[in-house]
């Protein structure tokens, strides 16, 4: 299927590994020309140059700190200026898990930083783009969230602030429908990336095991015997960014191989 994207123009924030890289490259291989943001220069260059030099499309690396408001300013600006515009916005950039802890343990400035980083730093760079995606006449936005605002356990901050970046995903689409703007969320569950092969090999050194044995391991505890990795996830964004999914927006869609018991109707 052509997804109608060759020659569309993206920023993808948390752009440099794990789920953010995956759709990156997906955009990329699918005709976008892509920005990425992340807040390490030196990892953020390594994955511009692999993306590039695999997919042909331009790549720009931009530094990003989504707690500063300038950053989240120069970003969105530089990338504007570097690819002629901006009509896709993939927000992935936060810390994995976020701050650990339940109601009587947790440090409430570890949670204000969650949702300053995630919530409201998505807020600010979707802002940011939304006069770019005006002049192109559409746009897309892409929201990864993440499965704990749906089964959060004790832990209060993951939950929290995934939750809040779906009230904030409808509430987007509710208001830039009549820009024909889309906006949808993606629930990833747990998702195989680069630091789970990181982890992976520790676990197979202290264990005296292959990191291929641990890794069907993994598989095998899955529903699907196939744990949903970052390029799962990137397919399905992809699909979201495209002008064929003019069909859906204000939703929010577990990518996650079925790892919920939950029922939503």
């Known amino acids: 299927m052509d997804l109608l994207l060759e020659g569309k123009r993206a920023i993808v924030t948390g ?11 997906q955009l990329a291989r699918e005709g976008c020309d892509v920005a990425l943001g992340a807040r390490t220069e030196g990892t953020l260059k390594e994955a511009a140059a692999e993306l590039s030099k695999e997919t042909g499309r331009k790549i720009v690396p931009l530094t990003l700190d989504t707690m500063s408001v300038d950053s989240i300013k120069a970003f969105v600006k530089s990338a504007a200026d570097a690819l002629g515009g901006v009509e896709i916005v993939v927000n992935s950039a936060a810390r994995v898990g976020g701050a650990q802890g339940d109601i009587e343990t947790l440090d409430e400035q570890e949670i204000l930083h969650d949702f300053e980083e995630k919530a409201i730093g998505y807020l600010r ?28 356990g004790t832990n209060l901050s993951g939950g929290a602030r995934n939750a809040a970046v779906i009230v904030l995903n409808k509430a987007w689409a509710n208001a830039l429908g009549k820009y024909n703007i889309t906006v949808n969320a993606i629930y990833p569950g747990l998702t195989v990336t680069e630091r789970t092969y990181d982890n992976l090999a520790e676990q197979a050194k202290a264990e005296n095991k292959t990191v291929e044995e641990l890794k069907q391991a993994l ?21 979201l960014a495209s002008p ?11 990518v996650s191989g079925g790892q919920s018991t939950d029922v939503h109707y």
């Not at 598989?219 to 699909?239: G, P, Q, S």
């Open 15 to 25: 752009g440099s590994r794990g789920i953010g890289k995956a759709i990156a490259r």
């Open 219 to 239: 598989d095998d505890r899955t529903l699907l015997k196939h744990a949903t990795t970052a390029e799962d996830i990137a397919y399905f964004a992809a699909f």
């Open 244 to 254: 064929l999914a003019i069909g859906m927006t204000g939703e929010a869609i577990a």
């Open 125 to 152: 760079v979707a802002r940011e783009a939304i006069p770019h995606m005006k002049t192109a006449g559409w746009g897309r936005i892409i929201n990864i969230s993440g499965s704990a605002g749906r089964s959060p």
